[in-house]
């Protein structure tokens, strides 16, 4: 991992514990949403605007890996992002960059963070709430 992305992972384990399943409005900046289970924070989803860069992190030794989903609107349905999931499972303290999103302006997207069991889950644990964004 270079410097920057240490940094970045830095400052998720830096977030208080009191922050709980965040949902941002939409808005052109960064971003995270949180995952909590029975208390305490076990996951985190940014989203870095300068670049349109993904950090995801795992932050509790809990047995489950972790899964980003990205979506974005097309009329009134919401589809998978193309590359909008990817999977987490390092371990706890760790985190998994996806860089060069480049998300368009035109569009509106959502994120959220979940618990899994294993790369090919399709069924997750637990969930944050969705995150707004739009460019």
Known sequence: MTKKWLARLAAVLAVPTMVIGISSPASATDQYVTLTTNGKL???LHFYDDGDDWGLFDLEADGHGVRAYIQVAATDKWYD??????YNGK???T?????DGNLLTINRYRAQVCTVDG???KTP???SAWMYVQE
């Open 95 to 99: 985190g998994v960059m996806k860089t």
């Open 119 to 121: 790369s090919g889950d």
């Open 91 to 93: 371990g706890a303290g």
């Open 42 to 44: 076990v996951a985190s």
């Open 81 to 86: 992002w193309d590359g909008g999931t990817w």
């Open 125 to 127: 644990v637990a969930c």
